[in-house]
Nanobody, 119 residues
Framework: QVQLVESGGGLVQAGGSLGLSCAAS????????MGWYRQAPGKQREMVAT????????DYADSVKGRFTISRDDAKNTVYLQMNNLKPEDTAVYYC????????????WGQGTQVTVSS
């Protein structure tokens, strides 16, 4: 069973920075996508950023391009999200995500960590 353990988050003023990290409890061979989604109160969960293992492609939501950077350390089964120039609209619960395929898709979610940006 894959468990995702998140850390980071918290409260920051607009324009500030925060970092998130997420470690998977097991090593999964092959192509693995890890990333971050977020959900603000009253809104649907949305993709923030994803990255593919082995130096693969990363993708960002338009709303965070140029401000957020996703990276990963495959040796540590860990994905990071560096968030700069934070805005109040970035306030949400951020969820770590991991996806891989073994004939069918398997996906796993972290427990979520709160990010609050004050104006």
């Amino acid at each position: 069973q894959v468990q995702l353990v998140e850390s980071g988050g918290g409260l920051v003023q607009a324009g500030g920075s925060l970092g998130l990290s997420c470690a998977a409890s097991v090593t999964i061979r092959g192509r693995v996508t890890m990333g971050w989604y977020r959900q603000a109160p009253g809104k649907q969960r949305e993709m923030v950023a994803t990255i593919i293992s082995g130096g693969g492609r990363s993708d960002y939501a338009d709303s965070v391009k140029g401000r957020f950077t996703i990276s990963r350390d495959d040796a540590k089964n860990t994905v990071y999200l560096q968030m700069n120039n934070l805005k109040p609209e970035d306030t949400a619960v951020y969820y770590c995500y991991l996806e891989y395929y073994r004939m069918i898709k398997y996906d796993h979610w972290g427990q979520g960590t709160q990010v609050t940006v004050s104006s």
